[in-house]
């Protein structure tokens, strides 16, 4: 087809070197890519969780089942879930039959003390760790890490040697000073401080500050859901620790509530439903320290392994 004379002729505009190229290159997107997973995926995910949730919530049903049961009742089978005649009056009983009270006091008292203790050493070490420069800081670190592959039972009789010659047995600080330094609140809290950036303890140098004025000023602010962390999971470990105040604890108005709970084992038989009764008590202060703090955990847990 000609056009008439004058009109320009149209003319391909010329092809742009490597314009396709890019397109070509570029991978085609599945369907799959960026897109929210399916219902049946996501339903088997849930369904996954609520079996592991599930799980892990039995042994707690059990307790709180046996506690509400006699002693005769607590190994019927079969196994009753729900006590036909529930007796609430163990919980009643139980105060009466050791002193309760005294007991979580004390391990309230000792969770609190090496709690703060924790926390304390544990971020100041690994800001040491994290943020100041000297020679061998990174073989320090591994060295001081690699305690936690030491069993406790292999330095456990040199530790009450220690404490029998310096007079600290039988007393609260025994263990406050075997337990106020962890080297897994060092690597916790330092993994935080590496997410840090270094710019901002630079620039309090510059404005001044000292390492201590660093630490307390800037790290520790941001550092809060770390702390919360630490410290909820050495207050938990504390109070739930048996081994330690069996080991330096030999009065009784001394005693943990776990060490408490041994009063209900005879020689001969066990009160199982008082035993189950005293861990519902026990359980009960840590319920209540988690529901509280866990948004504060469950973000310093999270954070904390964004480094290596």
Known sequence: MTLPDGLPT???APDRPGADDGAARRPARTAGDGARPGPLRAALAYAALAAVALLVLVPFGLMVSASLKRDNEVFTIPLEW?????????????WDRVPMLTYLGNSVLLSAAITVLQVLT???????????????RDALFLAYIATIAVPWQAYMVPQYIMMRRAELTDTYWSIILIQAFGAFGVFLMRQYYTSIPD?????????????????RRVMLPLSKPALASLALLTFVTTWNDYMG??????????WTVQLGLRSFVGQYESEYAMIMTGAVLSVLPILVLFLFGQRYFIRGIATSGLKG
Do not use: H, M, Q
């Not at 729900?82 to 609430?88: F, H, L």
């Not at 710019?199 to 630490?215: M, Q, V």
């Open 10 to 12: 149209a003319t391909a």
């Open 82 to 94: 729900i006590p036909r005649e529930p007796r609430w009056s163990n919980f009643a009983e139980i």
């Open 122 to 136: 544990g971020s100041f070490a690994a800001y040491g760790f994290a943020k100041v420069r000297f020679p061998g």
């Open 199 to 215: 710019e901002l303890c630079e620039a309090a140098r510059i404005d001044g500050l000292s390492e201590y004025g660093i630490y």
């Open 245 to 254: 105040p069996f080991i330096y604890l030999t009065s009784n108005e001394l």
